[in-house]
């Protein structure tokens, strides 16, 4: 369960009720921790004495954002706080994005409560629907601009319309046979736009892009062999990875080496 950080007073009221009735049907709530959507639907989970899970964009011994340190410590004695990054590693913009793909495959399905025409929900609905996992979306009214990316979702992707808990647990039920996970629902159409480009609907390369982009400085330009060091990749790899960047407006190259697009 995804959706806005900047969750208004319905998306709140929609997460709380979601996730604490998935729970009382005995399904885990899987999100990424962030204020908003994501807090309220761990919160809600915690509070009806359900199991949760947090998945996390940096070490796991760095709890972000530290506003959440106490209900991710709740979340740990019940559930599980989970990251496929070392300790000590820090949450960055482009680990919040990769980290959406392992909140998409580790669930059954995926519903977005409440986002706006380019959050970064859409970026894990991508991802769901590139995998195959089903997709479900809330909708909001149609004046609110924090529901345009859920009606975006319902209007041009695989998306489901749901509006209560029992709607998306019919996404995959938990009787459903092993490596079925409850697709009763064609998700054979296109899959969502990622946002940024980086998401969802690209190759096996997403891991080198991540990598190349950590290694890059907004502010202080480095050279393709330091970039390669500090990533560990190949000279050749860099280069090839920081052509795509550069297209998407991910990196560009100064006058003294690349750096970072902010």
């Known amino acids: 369960m995804v959706g806005a950080r900047a969750a208004t007073t319905y998306g709140e009221r929609v997460a709380i009720d979601a996730s604490a009735g998935l729970v009382d049907r005995g399904y885990c709530i899987v999100s990424g921790a962030a204020f908003g959507i994501d807090g309220m639907a761990h919160r809600a989970a915690l509070a009806s004495s359900g199991v949760t899970v947090a998945i996390l964009a940096g070490g796991v011994d760095r709890f972000y954002p530290s506003g959440h340190e106490a ?22 913009k482009w680990r919040f994005l990769h980290r959406n793909r392992l909140i998409a495959a580790a669930s059954l399905a995926t519903v977005v409560l409440e986002a706006g025409w380019r959050s970064g929900s ?46 998306m647990a019919e996404l995959a039920p938990l009787w459903a046979a092993p490596g079925t996970q409850g697709r009763g629902r064609s998700t054979q159409r296109p899959g969502p736009q990622a946002h940024p480009s980086t998401g969802a609907g ?12 950590d290694a890059l400085s907004s502010r202080s330009a480095r050279s393709v062999d330091d970039i ?29 080496g690349w750096l970072r697009s902010t």
């Open 71 to 92: 209900m991710l410590s709740r979340i740990v004695q019940t559930g599980a706080v989970i990251s496929e990054l070392p300790c000590g590693a820090p949450p960055t």
């Open 122 to 167: 859409l970026n894990t609905a991508g991802h769901a629907a590139t995998i195959g996992r089903p997709l479900g979306a809330v909708p909001g009214p149609i004046t609110s601009a924090a529901s345009a990316g859920c009606h975006r979702l319902i209007r041009e992707s695989a998306a489901v319309c749901v509006t209560n808990p029992d709607e």
């Open 202 to 213: 690209r190759s096996g390369h997403i891991g080198d892009e991540m990598r190349v982009l």
């Open 228 to 256: 390669a060091a500090r990533s560990g990749l190949a000279v050749e790899t860099v280069r090839g990875v920081l052509g795509a960047l550069d297209l998407e407006g991910a990196a560009r190259r100064g006058e003294h």
